[in-house]
């Protein structure tokens, strides 16, 4: 059995391990397009979404990585999980009460994890770590708004980071968690986006580093080509610092899908 990704824009992939398929961060409407309309930062696609919700794979869930739109779309999950009444839906604990509203689902169709926490679906084994969208934001109850999942299935370990920016401590959890493949989001950070209400993430160097001291061997980069006020140019990402560091980069293309290989 082979674990593949198929990109579907933004931080947006479904894997899929023999017949058994899991979304991450799916964002496959024009939400933001319309919420924004006309101010500052439109959020105008720059490419269609490869599939509508409806028409995505059965899941055996989608898993959110935090409350922003476009990895916790209304308009994605609730036709999504209307269409498919079996399919799960994970997020972070702390961000619960969104993620019921905008999936319209009840209670007992979400599955909230803390960092450290692990959840099975299917071939899937789902484990939360802490993510820092340019920092850790914590509910009243400590738990983290904004989680990274490592997923693991057919063999290979998958780390998803969600909207993560380099934090203290992160290369150390993640190495001691032996992870294959990495799918980082490399638009940046700046501060003209952050005082305009848009944190960041990591640059592709960053990404790059958090891999070769984690011990990650491929880096997926992702979060780009979606909207232009917010994105990163492949064409400028150092290749070079990756072949020297050990890293093996996999571009992804929209919406096609890629083999993820494990080393075990």
Same mark, same amino acid.
């Given at each position: 059995m082979t674990l593949s990704a198929r990109w579907l824009g933004q931080a947006g992939f479904v894997l899929t391990a023999g017949a058994a398929n899991l979304a991450v961060?799916?964002? =496959?409407?024009?939400?933001?397009?319309?919420?924004?309309?006309?101010?500052?930062?439109?959020?105008?696609?720059?490419?269609? &979404?490869?599939?509508?919700?409806w028409e995505l794979p059965p899941l055996v869930a989608v898993a959110?990585?935090?409350?922003?739109?476009?990895?916790?779309?209304?308009?994605?999950? &609730?036709?999504?999980?209307?269409?498919?009444?079996?399919?799960r839906l994970v997020c972070p604990r702390a961000v619960v009460d969104e993620a019921l509203r905008r999936g319209g689902v009840p209670a007992s169709r979400v599955d909230p994890l803390r960092a450290g926490q692990s959840a099975g679906f299917g071939p899937f084994t789902i484990s939360a770590v802490p993510s820092a969208h340019e920092e850790r934001v914590f509910d009243e109850h400590g738990d983290d708004r904004y989680l990274g999942?490592?997923?693991d299935a057919a063999g290979t370990r998958v780390y998803h980071s969600g909207d993560c920016a380099p934090w203290a401590g992160l290369p150390e959890w993640l190495a001691r968690m032996a992870i294959d493949v990495a799918l980082l989001p490399v638009n940046g950070r700046d501060a003209y986006r952050r005082?305009?209400?848009?944190?960041?993430?990591?640059?592709?160097?960053?990404?790059?580093? =958090?891999?070769?001291?984690?011990?990650?061997?491929?880096?997926?980069?992702?979060?780009?080509?979606?909207?232009?006020?917010?994105?990163?140019?492949?064409?400028?990402?150092? =290749?070079?610092?990756?072949?020297?560091?050990?890293?093996?980069?996999?571009?992804?293309?929209?919406?096609?899908s890629m083999i993820l290989r494990g080393r075990r």
């Open positions: 961060d799916p964002y =496959l409407s024009d939400s933001l397009a319309e919420k924004y309309a006309g101010r500052l930062f439109p959020h105008t696609r720059l490419r269609p &979404a490869p599939l509508a919700p959110c990585t935090h409350a922003h739109t476009d990895h916790m779309d209304p308009g994605t999950l &609730a036709p999504l999980l209307a269409a498919q009444p079996g399919t999942y490592v997923i005082d305009n209400g848009v944190p960041g993430n990591f640059t592709f160097d960053e990404a790059v580093r =958090l891999c070769a001291a984690a011990g990650i061997g491929t880096l997926v980069p992702h979060h780009w080509g979606m909207f232009a006020f917010n994105t990163a140019d492949p064409a400028g990402f150092d =290749l070079g610092l990756a072949d020297r560091l050990g890293v093996t980069v996999q571009l992804p293309s929209h919406g096609e």
